[in-house]
């Protein structure tokens, strides 16, 4: 007799759910690990694109939608000019001595650790909530929510966003030299 294993009567939303997991947590430790920038970036756009599959599967459309156009494309694309702007050479790179990658190496496990015995600690919040019976994927309430109750989070997500297309501009900028 075959042995099925348990996972194998997994519905498929789970297979999916499992799939996109899988795509986005590999995608975004190529962009870590990959040594070419450029690479970097193609492999944050898959990750980006497995979390939009994410919010499809949490019947967010808007949000998935709205997480393609702002962030793989909008987002990816100022990245990708800032990387070609700034032209990133292995011959300009500069080596960064072995206590800073021990500093960073350390600090990243630190977080980890906090992070984990955050989610092990925390409680779940199913049952706080109030079935409002509001549809949280029209525009309308979410327009109303996020210009409400979420004003001030909004702008200072645009005031970030301004800041960094202003350093982009600033870092892209060549110097002129005297004659």
């Known amino acids: 007799m075959i042995h099925i294993p348990d996972f194998a009567h997994a519905s498929t939303v789970q297979i999916i759910f499992c799939f996109l997991a899988f795509i ?6 190529l962009a870590i690990f990959s040594r070419n920038p450029i690479h970097s970036a193609l492999y944050l756009v ?11 599967l949490l019947n967010s459309q808007f949000l998935a939608i709205v997480h393609v156009i702002v962030y793989s494309g ?11 702007l700034m032209n990133l050479n292995k011959q300009n790179e ?5 206590i800073t990658r021990l500093g960073a190496i350390v600090s ?30 029209s525009i309308k309430v979410l327009g109303r929510v996020l210009l409400n109750e979420y004003m001030v989070p ?17 870092l892209s900028k060549k110097e002129k030299t005297e004659k």
């Open 108 to 137: 990243f496990c630190l977080i980890c650790i906090v992070l984990i015995l955050v989610f092990i600690n925390s409680k779940p919040i199913a049952g706080e909530y109030i079935a409002t019976g509001e549809d949280y994927q």
């Open 46 to 56: 898959i990750s980006f694109f497995s979390i939009a599959g994410h919010y499809l």
């Open 24 to 29: 986005t947590v590999i995608t975004a430790f």
């Open 154 to 170: 909004f702008e200072f997500a645009s005031i970030l966003l301004l800041t960094a297309m202003i350093g982009v501009v600033l």
């Open 74 to 84: 909008a987002i990816m694309i100022l990245f990708l000019f800032t990387i070609m």
């Open 94 to 98: 500069v080596h960064k001595p072995r």
